[in-house]
């Protein structure tokens, strides 16, 4: 092979569904990605099981199945935590794979990284890099605060604030009724907070219609005077962490008021910092200052219960933003790779994939709005590639995939209550209080002197097994493999009371997941499947599972030198081969350790001696490091 691409743009969407795409192109929907489509190869490539988004992005660009880099859910579990203990899979120092970039940073080639996730704390020495802690791990890291939802009526996930007649506000402008008033406390740490003022006034007589928001009572400190659907412009604040004094950012929008004020609805996004989410750290004034400050959780999962517009605008925010904020990046830095991703789809799917799906709507006019919201989101994506691919010339190798699909769902098993049943799970609380909790996502206590089993993530069970585990009951050797036997029986048993199906598809033990790729401590002694129409959007699921106008598939776009053009891609690939893939393009070496094999039909002339000759290129490296090691001890 002679035609070979000198950089690379990969474009991460999480949980984009290969049916949906493809369908939207043939509608003229998505213009860009049907462009990328025309130009290269285009398919549905399998997801490692569980199909969850931490693991599979750092499948992506190690070219490792779970067992090895060990990031085996949403969440990890390390042996010798409690049962019920949540670690962030979406950390670097759980991976003990080599990611692309790195191996692309041996051979002197420099990365961009724009919120790839499982890429904090970061690894890369010479490139750039915004974010990449992972949808729901933020907090771990850069957060200050999560986004708020204020209402004057109390209401589930919103803080209650109380109106009362405005007094002593200097330059108020007049009010056709009597002006209103509330505090608005939006951050508070150890009993210091951030407050601001709210003014409500009639402005024509005909009811309220207008807020104030004000740093004090008087005007000259205010934010913004919204009307509803208005945003209030950025607020720049310090705030007391744990972590010291940090600035950040935040802004409000009015999304509901009625005219007797009997109703009103406050949202704030998520306070993030304006330094430390960025390598190097200068990075992030240079972006904030061109093009305005970062959101990295875009209203999820408080405000789809609440207003979608607001959802669908932040989500558009994101997306303009990273796409802006990439073009400055390799428009004024060296680069050779760029890595991106945007969780949109993924947050969009769980609030209306099963409401658009006529396999599982239940009222037309609500699907009808469900499909437009979805549209609306896979449309911000195709934009948002759009401007990324302005950077990408005739030498650039261009790949757009995601982690997993998604798919509408029928119902969740409730597990908890099944090896409750069994006999294998108890509870601390009575009944009705815990049946409350559960419906309510709130805590619950398990009683562990008498708890043999314990689900974790998306499809483990663990035994409580003495030795192992902190609160340990079940005995090693002849009981625990009883319990195991009670946790497949009790599973494979249960049949969804509406349909009278069975509802797991797989159920094994662990030695036996290793043809899933899955082995090591991060797994449960109990591994299970759900049918395609069970179970969350994605992630309890086999990867080939197809189920009304979704999928679990991936999808997989690829263009540039070196690769076939308007291909459909036939065979059945895996994530774990999309980085040694564009290594092979890239004539780089392959991270260390990589399982996954070159996509060789979807490119034009493949050399078929390049694995050959790159694993003989890597032994040479390591024998080179292992030289270099020799000397270093020699010379102490």
């Known amino acids: 092979m002679t035609e070979r691409p000198k ?57 490792n199945w779970m067992g090895t880099h060990g990031i085996t859910g949403y969440f990890v579990h390390h042996a010798g935590d409690p049962l019920n203990k949540i670690r962030t899979g ?58 708020n939802i204020f209402s004057v009526k109390i209401e589930p996930l919103a803080t209650n604030i109380k109106l009362t007649p405005a007094k002593n506000w200097v330059d108020a402008p007049k009010s056709k009724s009597t002006p209103l008033e509330a505090k608005v406390s939006y951050y508070t740490y150890r009993g210091k907070g951030k407050v601001l003022r709210m003014l409500i006034i009639d402005s024509h007589g005909s009811g309220y219609d207008k807020v104030i928001l004000s740093k004090s009572k008087e005007l000259k400190e205010n934010i913004g005077t919204l ?7 950025w607020l720049f604040e310090n705030f007391e962490t744990a972590d010291g004094v940090r600035e950040g950012t935040v802004r409000f929008k009015l999304f509901s008021l009625e ?30 200052k061109k093009i305005g400050p970062f959101v990295q959780r875009p209203g999820w999962p408080k405000i789809p219960l609440f207003d979608d517009e607001i959802f669908l605008e932040q989500i558009e925010y994101q997306n303009t933003w990273m796409a802006e904020a990439s073009c400055h990046l390799m428009e004024n830095y060296d680069w050779q790779l760029y890595f991106m991703q945007t969780h949109c789809c993924d947050y969009a799917q769980h609030r209306y994939l099963s ?27 195709d934009n948002m590639t759009g401007k990324i691919l302005t950077q990408a010339d005739e030498d650039t190798l261009v790949v757009l995939v995601s982690d997993h699909g998604a798919k509408a769902s029928i119902g969740q098993p409730p597990l908890l209550n099944i090896l409750e049943k069994a006999g294998l799970l108890v509870f601390k609380e009575e009944p009705a209080t815990r049946e409350l909790r559960i419906a309510t996502m709130g805590t619950f206590q398990i009683d562990w002197k008498k708890t043999k089993a314990y689900p974790r993530d998306a499809a483990y069970i663990y035994v409580n097994l003495r030795g192992r585990d902190p609160d340990g009951i079940v005995e090693p050797g002849r009981e625990y493999e009883e319990v195991r036997e009670r946790i497949i029986e009790a599973l494979c048993d249960y049949k969804d009371p509406k349909t009278g199906h069975r509802v797991f598809s797989l159920v094994l033990r662990k030695e036996d997941t290793k043809v899933l790729g899955l082995y090591g401590d991060g797994v449960g002694d109990v591994v299970f499947a759900l049918r395609v129409e069970y179970g969350h959007e994605h992630g309890q699921q086999l990867p080939p599972g197809n189920y009304g106008i979704g999928s679990i598939s991936s999808v997989f776009m690829m263009s540039g030198p070196g690769v076939k053009k308007n291909y459909q891609m036939q065979s059945h690939r895996w994530l774990t081969d999309v980085a040694p893939t564009i290594s092979y393009l890239l004539d780089i070496p392959v991270p260390k350790d990589t399982e996954g094999g070159v996509m060789y039909d979807a490119l034009i002339d493949p050399d078929m001696s390049w694995k050959e000759k790159t694993d003989i290129r890597i032994e040479r490296d390591k024998w080179k490091e292992a030289y ?9």
């Not at 009307?227 to 412009?233: A, D, I, L, M, Q």
């Not at 239940?362 to 994506?381: G, H």
């Open 7 to 63: 950089k690379m743009i990969l474009i991460g969407v999480d949980a984009a569904v290969p049916e949906i795409i493809e369908l939207w192109i043939k509608k003229g929907k998505l213009p860009h990605l049907a462009r990328l489509m025309e130009k290269g190869v285009f398919g549905k490539i399998l997801p490692p099981f569980p199909p969850v988004t931490a693991p599979n992005w750092a499948s992506i660009v190690t070219g």
């Open 90 to 147: 979406f950390d670097t120092r759980e991976c003990n794979s080599e990611f692309l970039w790195d191996a692309a940073e041996r051979v002197g080639m420099k990365s961009i990284l724009m919120k790839y996730p499982v890429s904090w704390p970061p690894t890369i020495k010479e490139g750039i890099q915004v974010d990449g802690c992972g949808p729901n791990s933020c907090d771990e890291f850069h957060e200050i605060s999560d986004e």
């Open 227 to 233: 009307t509803v659907g208005e945003w209030s412009s």
């Open 259 to 288: 005219k007797d004020a009997s109703e009103l609805r406050l949202y704030a996004t998520q306070i993030f910092p304006t330094q430390g989410f960025t390598y190097p750290d200068h990075i992030a004034s240079e972006l904030i």
């Open 355 to 381: 409401k658009a799906d006529p396999v599982t709507c239940c009222d037309p006019q609500s699907a009808k709005t469900a499909m437009t919201n979805l549209e609306r989101v896979y449309k911000s994506v």
């Open 628 to 636: 270099e090691a020799m000397e270093r001890i020699t010379h102490i």
